[in-house]
């Protein structure tokens, strides 16, 4: 999350740590679904400035919303502002950034697939101790005591 632009805004981050905040899924993903949330909402201002009680008859024409994105006259803030002044995020880039977490969703995949393909060193290895079919359980546990003292512990057959 550190480098999602959630924490520390985009223009924040510094020069040699920003190439981090591209090569990370998460970072696209929440933009997606930040733009996709604020895309349509509009904001309605709990704090008009100037306001108090030397303010009451003053027009909502000289009034500004105490929000980032604010505009003077309007008691209320469009979500796409918020979004671009505060994080740097533009509605334009929602279908990229759906499109780069599917293709690291596809990378993951062929990465994982192609290890479990190459990795057969752990395949044949077992830890489960396989008895002949016929053998009894209790012949086998005699022969195990016969070579060893130790007790002997068995599974539930």
Same mark, same amino acid.
């Given at each position: 999350?550190?480098? *999602?632009?959630?924490?520390?805004? &985009?223009?924040?981050?510094?020069?040699?740590?920003?190439?981090?905040?591209?090569?990370?899924?998460?970072?696209?993903?929440?933009?997606?679904?930040?733009?996709? &949330?604020? %895309?349509?909402?509009?904001? *309605?201002?709990?704090?008009?400035?100037?306001?108090?009680?030397?303010?009451?008859?003053?027009?909502?024409?000289?009034?500004?919303?105490?929000?980032?994105?604010?505009?003077?006259?309007?008691?209320?803030?469009?979500?796409?502002?918020?979004?671009?002044?505060?994080? %740097?995020?533009?509605?334009?880039?929602?279908?990229? %950034?759906?499109?780069?977490?599917?293709?690291?969703?596809?990378?993951?995949?062929?990465?994982?697939?192609? +290890?479990? &393909?190459?990795?057969?060193?752990? #395949?044949?290895?077992? *830890?489960?101790?396989?008895?002949?079919?016929?053998?009894? #359980? #209790?012949? +086998?546990? %005699?022969? #195990? *005591?016969?070579?060893?003292?130790?007790?002997?512990?068995?599974?539930?057959?």
């Amino acid at each position: 999350m550190l480098f *999602t632009c959630y924490i520390i805004p &985009k223009p924040n981050i510094p020069g040699a740590l920003r190439w981090i905040m591209y090569i990370n899924p998460v970072h696209y993903g929440f933009e997606a679904l930040l733009m996709n &949330k604020f %895309d349509t909402l509009n904001s *309605t201002c709990s704090m008009l400035i100037p306001s108090g009680p030397a303010y009451l008859n003053i027009s909502l024409a000289d009034q500004v919303c105490a929000t980032v994105g604010a505009q003077l006259g309007q008691n209320f803030v469009d979500g796409n502002l918020i979004m671009e002044l505060s994080y %740097d995020y533009y509605h334009s880039n929602l279908w990229r %950034d759906f499109s780069v977490v599917c293709a690291f969703f596809v990378g993951f995949l062929i990465i994982l697939f192609t +290890a479990t &393909k190459f990795n057969t060193t752990s #395949a044949f290895d077992t *830890t489960v101790t396989l008895l002949k079919q016929g053998m009894c #359980a #209790a012949k +086998a546990v %005699d022969e #195990a *005591t016969a070579i060893t003292t130790l007790p002997l512990i068995t599974p539930f057959l």
